[in-house]
């Protein structure tokens, strides 16, 4: 009954590679986003999806895309990967002025 | 653009102590405030949300103020235990949703 579920929760891959992080809520929610944790525990917010729309787009690079075959879905795909792209991705829903609801985190480790 | 900021950065108590953690943002236009949980190694865990209408939320030993015309809030954490021993975020949602920049708790037993 895992509210909002990440996948993979682990990812250690190549420079150059490119790889995919699926996110799915179960919650109804209208929004859904990205966020990267970086080496301080910073959290920062990457995109965020209302009902298909992108409505937030950070300054990130354009190697990173997210995609959204429907409201229950965020992925989040990278292309080229680089050394400093590693770091811990959330994933997080929302409904309208209720709170947050966070996955438990996909560490990425390029090598 | 909101900033969100957390004092202490990191804070060590012995067991048993009442504490309060702050969180402070330069913007008082934010809507929600939420308090979150984060073990080592770990996703986010939702403690409190206060919501634009409230002023502060309690859920058993955890108490969380907003006062938004300061830009504070406050987390109060009664009678500590070890396993709070985490890292403490505050977010809050204007626009977007700011995190702070967390606050390090380590309870000694």
């Known amino acids: 009954d895992t509210a909002v579920s990440q996948t993979p929760k682990y990812l250690v891959t190549q420079m150059g590679n490119d790889k995919s992080i699926k996110c799915e809520q179960n919650?109804?929610?209208?929004?859904m986003y990205w966020y990267k944790q970086d080496s301080k525990k910073f959290l920062k917010i990457m995109f965020s999806y209302n009902n298909k729309e992108l409505i937030i787009n950070e300054t990130v690079p354009n190697r990173f895309s997210p995609k959204s075959p429907d409201k229950a879905h965020l992925n989040l795909h990278i292309n080229s990967l680089e050394l400093g792209d590693s770091a811990v991705y959330f994933c997080?829903?929302?409904?309208?002025?209720?709170?947050?609801?966070f996955g438990s985190g996909t560490r990425l480790t390029v090598v | 653009k909101q900033e969100v900021t957390q004092i202490p950065a990191a804070l060590s108590v012995p067991e048993g102590e009442n504490l309060v953690l702050n969180c402070s943002f330069t913007?008082?236009?934010?809507?929600?405030l939420q308090w979150f949980r984060q073990d080592p190694g770990k996703g986010l865990t939702s403690l409190l949300l206060i919501q634009s209408s409230q002023r502060e939320q309690t859920s058993g030993r955890l108490n969380a103020s907003l006062d938004k015309s300061s830009g504070r809030s406050t987390l109060y954490i009664a009678a500590s235990q070890p396993g709070d021993s985490a890292t403490y975020l505050c977010a809050g949602t204007g626009n977007q949703f700011y995190f702070g920049t967390g606050t390090s708790l380590t309870v000694i037993p």
């Open positions: 913007d008082s236009a934010i809507y929600n």
């Open positions: 997080a829903s929302s409904q309208d002025q209720y709170g947050y609801t």
């Open positions: 919650l109804g929610h209208d929004t």
